[in-house]
T-cell receptor
Framework: EAAVTQSPRSKVAVTGGKVTLSCHQT?????MYWYRQDTGHGLRLIHY???????EKGDIPDGYKASRPSQENFSLILELASLSQTAVYFC??????????????FGEGSRLIVV | QQKVQQSPESLTVSEGAMASLNCTFSDGTSNNFRWYRQHSAKGLEVLVS????GEKEEGRFTAHLNRANLHVSLHIREPQPSDSAVYLCAVENYNQGKLIFGQGTKLSIKP
């Protein structure tokens, strides 16, 4: 059974609208991440969190907010969706900090199209 | 800023032939290297992690690391059509707490 689940798996949003992508993990991991993937680019880190009720900026946080209400749940929020935010978004979890020897476990991705 | 480049962008290999994917990185102090596989409309699964120069085998997947040449490769033995996917290289730097992904190689295995 999938340990990191994302919803929705696919969404079409209108420019200027609000979009919320949700992520739930059953790994009991402290760290959770949101990445975006664009054609021709690797995954780029948007926001991450290592404890409930706290979030940290990643490499490309502009235009995105994040929320970690519990250890299991991590949301990505686009308050005013723009065309440039069309991408596939991946959530991941890890027992310790990514980049420090800890394996990330990914969800199946959420495809967002902004029109 | 660490740069991670993968080559080729796409690769087609016949079933049963060896598939070889390449990844170069710019920061020689990088500590750990992982190869992920991404099937269409699926999440990423880690295939092999390598920390030291040399090779690391996980089933049909073998990673080769050469830090001096800033190069890590993935070799897939006896690839099958089900191995058709995008393969991503990920490079970690413990001091910076950074994990940087390459842009991916799209591998197609033809029967």
């Amino acid at each position: 059974e999938a340990a990191v689940t994302q919803s929705p798996r696919s969404k079409v949003a209108v420019t200027g609208g609000k979009v919320t992508l949700s992520c739930h993990q059953t790994n009991n991991h402290d760290y959770m991440y949101w990445y975006r993937q664009d054609t021709g680019h690797g995954l780029r880190l948007i926001h991450y969190s290592y404890v409930a009720d706290s979030t940290e900026k990643g490499d490309i946080p502009d235009g995105y907010k994040a929320s970690r209400p519990s250890q299991e749940n991590f949301s990505l929020i686009l308050e005013l969706a723009s065309l440039s935010q069309t991408a596939v978004y991946f959530c991941a979890s890890s027992p310790g900090q990514g980049g420090s020897g800890n394996t990330l476990y990914f969800g199946e991705g959420s495809r967002l199209i902004v029109v | 800023q660490q740069k991670v480049q993968q080559s080729p962008e796409s690769l087609t290999v016949s079933e049963g032939a060896m598939a070889s994917l390449n990844c170069t990185f710019s920061d020689g102090t990088s500590n750990n290297f992982r190869w992920y596989r991404q099937h269409s409309a699926k999440g990423l699964e880690v295939l092999v992690s390598i920390f030291s120069d040399g090779e690391k085998e996980e089933g049909r997947f073998t990673a080769h690391l050469n830090r001096a040449n800033l190069h890590v490769s993935l070799h897939i033995r006896e690839p099958q059509p089900s191995d058709s996917a995008v393969y991503l290289c990920a490079v970690e730097n413990y001091n910076q707490g950074k994990l940087i992904f390459g842009q991916g190689t799209k591998l197609s295995i033809k029967p």
